[in-house]
Structures are given as structure tokens and as C-alpha cells.
């Protein structure tokens, strides 16, 4: 009798270590499968982009007339140098006649050393997800292109929204998207100061670079 029951004793032990040995081994295997803590963005980030250090990023601003253009792409261009990151405004060398020369254009560019570029499509005031663009080219394409006419200064105007995409040497379409404000109905300088500094902020969150 006493044989039985310590056979059944024996049992019920191996039973026990059993079940906690699966649900060891369970637990170890959820904590392998976990994935790493990240910062959810609503913005577009390309799948395979990896965060680097950039040599130099040119700044393009897609608007008409070519005041406001000087204007915007300084303010961004300060906002960044100011922060560390290297970069230049479109303005001082990027004319119609060198776009229309894309070898041209894009030896220009790759001697002057922008290796990224940050570029601004104006959108409008209506939303900030309206008239949203694709663009499938490379940092060199999309200096080319039509550059919407807007006043900026308009009294009626309270918030203009500009689309803000990232582009790198060697990749094909935008690493990184998303939508800018500058609040209009006093100085434009000042509203682009508020709108460089949202785009700063934005691309060190989703740490493009």
C-alpha cells in the first residue's frame, strides 16, 4: 500500500514540474517574441529606412513668388543649422536652367555635398490631409516641377499647410512625410519660424535624423 502511494506521489510531482515547465518555457517564449518599445507616428515612414548622419540636407520649398520661397527655405535652413544639422536653402544655386539640365542638376548638387533633402509642397489652408502628393523620384527630380503662386500675407489667411517629405541619395521616392503649419495673419518670418521648428521636432521624434 505504501508502495502505491508513494508511486502516486511520485505522479502527481512530475505532473507539477511538467505544468511548470511548460509554462516557463511559454513565458520565456513570450518574452523573446515581444518587439521593441517604439514612439507610434501617424507620419509616413519608409519600411526600410535607417536613421544616419547627413553630410549636408538641402532645403526646397515649392511656392511662388520667389520672395516667399527665400524666405521659407532661410527659416528651416537656420532652424536646422542652429540645431547642428548641416544644411542649405535651394534658392542660391537652383535656377530653371540648371533644372532643366538633370545631369547638370544633379552634379551640381552632389559637388555642393547635400547628400538628403527636405522638400515643402504647399497644400493650402482648408486641411492638413488635403491634396496630399506622391513622389516616387529621387532627391534630384524633385527640384523640378510646378511651384504653386499664393500670398501668404493675405489678411484672410490664417494657417497655410505645406506637406514635408525627405529624401536621401540613392533611394527612390520619399523616406519620411508628413504635414507642416505656418500660422499666418502676422509676420511670415515669425510663422516660419514656428513651422521650421514643428518639422525639426517632428523628424528628431521619428528619429530620421
Known sequence: MTSITNKMAAIRLHGVQLLLSTLLAAMIMGCNTQKPSTTQSTNFIAPDYVKKDYKKILVICRIDPETYRKRIEKGIVSE?????????????????????DSLKLRSTVETKGYDAAILLTYLGQMTSVQDQYTLN????????????V?????????????????????????????????????????????????????MQADRIF
Not at 536646422?80 to 532643366?100: C, K, M, S, W
Not at 501668404?152 to 523616406?175: H, M, N, P, V, W
Open 80 to 100: 536646422l543649422n542652429d540645431h547642428r544639422y548641416n544644411a542649405g536653402p535651394a534658392y542660391e544655386f537652383v535656377t530653371q536652367d540648371l533644372i532643366r
Open 137 to 148: 523620384g529621387n532627391m534630384y527630380s524633385v527640384l523640378a516641377g510646378s511651384y504653386p
Open 150 to 202: 499664393v500670398d501668404l500675407e493675405t489678411s484672410a489667411q490664417k494657417i497655410a499647410y505645406f506637406q514635408a517629405d525627405f529624401f536621401i541619395a540613392g533611394k527612390r521616392g520619399t523616406q519620411w512625410r508628413s504635414n507642416v503649419r505656418a500660422k499666418l495673419g502676422r509676420d511670415l518670418d515669425i510663422a516660419t519660424q514656428q513651422m521650421a521648428m514643428e518639422l525639426r521636432k517632428k
